[in-house]
């Protein structure tokens, strides 16, 4: 299972709301910008766990995993379309900006994801630290993601796969 998450303005999540049959085609057909769409591979599960200092939901950093408006499954069997608000989007961003990597690097802890469930618990346990290098690749993306979507106004979709 991955996450992805798509930069959508607030005409783009207008018109997904209304037909909802596009989202596949909007989120991996029509982005002509690589930095419109990015994806946290199998890590997405224990970056959550470290945005958010231990999985707590609601939290300013949790969009990766909370819940969200969802619109759906798809006819591949993607798990469904959620709505992050071009304000929600915004929250997170400058939540975002007051959390260095050092920090979020320092909640790396394999035990406490293994005692959580977190998705692939105990392959980060196996791999112990050369793993952080793992769950930290997508981090500068995730920030210029975040700073996009501040600085246009715009909101995403996030795609379970």
Known sequence: MVIYLRR?????IDRLIATPTDFEEFVFE???DGADVIDFDKAWDALHFMLTDGGRTPHPLG????????????????DGFGV???ERMAAFAAALDKLDDATLAARYDPAAFVAA?????????DEGAEAL?????????LRRFATTCRRTGDGAIRVIA
């Open 8 to 12: 959508a303005g607030a005409a783009d």
């Open 30 to 32: 029509e982005a002509v």
């Open 63 to 78: 969009l990766i995993c909370e819940a969200l408006p969802e619109l759906g499954a798809d006819e591949n069997g993607m």
């Open 84 to 86: 992050i608000s071009p």
């Open 117 to 125: 469930d977190v998705y692939l618990a105990d392959m980060f346990a």
């Open 133 to 141: 290098d793992y769950i930290m690749q997508g981090v500068p993306a």
